[in-house]
């Protein structure tokens, strides 16, 4: 039963450029979303959540829109750099859900070419 | 900044051993949590702790599996008799808020 889903298991994106993450959900008792960065040998760390009351989150380089008709999410980040390079996983989780657990989407490989 | 510290970053057991992974999570933080990725799978819920009882488990934490937060700082995941199938990342967390703060993660290699 994949509640989060994450289609595209890697993407490659020029220095520079956009880089667009997409997310999509079927549980419509999901009220916050997040987006977790994770190095290979490392755990995943926070980048940025959105709240299922916005349509848009932006923190620096990194802007999250969320379309609750369509259930759907996706992470932008511009400019993306080498740094950039990692998985990235979609998580969400529902407000009737007292202990704030995560259900997470299989993650997306993002490879930024120089 | 504050952050969540696990040892040992890579264990390895026998088939049928018991092992425990260690976690300390952030000191204010409420409610813990550890969560395991299988190499090139999900990563999946395991159990979470608030109030110093379980508060929730996934069908992967079985009687095989057990939580403990023994002095107030540390919290660890036991496993009775680890099988094969058991190697993979161990992520403990910590939250406050909705937001989770993970650990580096404890590779586990079952031979």
């Known amino acids: 039963d994949q509640q989060v889903k994450q289609n595209s298991p890697s993407l490659s994106v020029q220095e520079g450029r956009i880089s667009i993450l997409n997310c999509d959900y079927t549980n419509s008792m999901f009220d916050y979303f997040l987006w977790y960065k994770k190095y290979p040998a490392e755990g995943p760390t926070f980048l940025i959540s959105i709240s299922s009351i916005k349509d848009k989150n932006e923190d620096g380089r990194f802007t999250v829109f969320l379309n609750k008709s369509a259930k759907h999410l996706s992470l932008h980040i511009v400019p993306s750099q080498p740094g950039d390079s990692a998985v990235y996983f979609c998580a969400a989780s529902d407000d009737g859900d007292s202990n704030y657990q995560l259900i997470w989407g299989a993650g997306t490989k993002l490879i930024i070419k120089p | 900044e504050p952050e969540v510290t696990q040892t040992p970053s890579h264990q390895v057991t026998q088939m049928g051993q018991e092992v425990i992974l260690r976690c300390v999570p952030i000191?204010?933080?409420?409610?813990f949590y550890w969560y395991r990725q299988i190499l090139g799978q999900k990563v999946e819920f395991l159990v979470s702790?608030?109030?110093?009882?379980?508060?929730?488990k996934s069908e992967i934490f079985d009687d095989q599996f057990s939580v403990e937060r023994p002095d107030g700082s540390n919290f660890t995941l036991k496993i009775r008799s680890t099988k094969l199938e058991d190697s993979a990342m161990y992520f403990c967390?910590?939250?406050?808020?909705?937001?989770?703060?993970f650990g580096q993660g404890t590779r586990l290699t079952v031979v």
């Open positions: 967390a910590s939250s406050v808020t909705r937001i989770l703060n």
């Open positions: 702790f608030y109030n110093n009882e379980i508060s929730e």
């Open positions: 000191s204010n933080h409420l409610y």
